[in-house]
C-alpha cells in the first residue's frame, strides 16, 4: 500500500510539474500577440489549441506516466469527449480560414497598439497566422490519436498484459 502511495504522489507532481510548462508555453506563444495587440478575437481559441496540443501530446507518449494509464472508466470518458472536440477544432480552423480568405491579415491592422513600425507589424501578422494554423491543425490530430492510443491501453490493461 505505501508503493501505491508513493507512485501516486510522483504522478500527482509529474501532472503539477507538466501543467506548470504548459502553462509556461502557452504564455511564450501567445505573448507576442498580447503585448504588440490591444484586440485578438482568436485568443482563446489559440490558447485551447496550445493546451490541447501539449496535453494530448504528452498523453500520447507518455500515458505510462499519467493518471489516465488505470483509470479504465476516465479512458473512455477522454475517448468519447475527443470526437465532439475533434470537431470543434476543426471548425475553429476553418472560421480562422475563412477570415482570413474573407478579411486578410491586413484587417488585424485595426487591433494593433500604436507605435510598431510596419515591418514588425507584417512579422507578427505572419506569425499569428503561422502559429494559429500550426497549433490547430496539431492539436486536431492529437485529438484524433489521443483515443486511438487511449483504446489500445484499454485493451492491453483489459487483458491483463501488464502494459498500459
Known amino acids: 500500500m505505501n508503493i501505491e502511495k508513493k507512485q501516486f504522489a510522483l504522478k500527482l507532481q509529474l501532472e503539477i510539474i507538466w501543467w506548470a510548462v504548459t502553462a509556461i508555453i502557452t504564455f511564450m506563444v501567445i505573448y507576442p500577440i498580447l503585448n504588440n495587440m490591444v484586440k485578438y478575437e ?3 481559441s489559440n490558447i485551447f489549441f496550445v493546451i490541447v496540443f501539449i496535453t494530448y501530446t504528452r498523453y500520447i507518449f507518455l500515458l505510462k506516466h499519467t493518471f489516465l494509464a488505470n483509470w479504465q472508466p476516465i479512458k473512455f470518458v477522454v475517448i468519447f ?9 476543426i471548425e475553429w480552423i476553418f472560421n480562422f480560414q475563412v477570415f482570413l480568405q474573407s478579411e486578410g491579415l491586413q484587417s488585424f491592422a485595426v487591433h494593433f497598439k ?3 513600425s510596419s515591418a514588425s507589424r507584417d512579422q507578427l501578422v505572419n506569425y499569428m497566422r503561422s502559429e494559429f494554423l500550426f497549433f490547430g491543425v496539431a492539436s486536431t490530430v492529437a ?3 489521443l483515443p486511438i492510443r487511449l ?7 483489459y487483458n491483463k498484459s501488464g502494459r498500459v
Do not use: C, D, E, N
Open 42 to 44: 482568436y485568443l482563446t
Open 81 to 89: 469527449f475527443s470526437i465532439p472536440l475533434v470537431f470543434k477544432l
Open 114 to 116: 500604436s507605435g510598431i
Open 151 to 157: 483504446l489500445i491501453s484499454f485493451w492491453r490493461v
Open 143 to 145: 485529438a484524433i490519436v
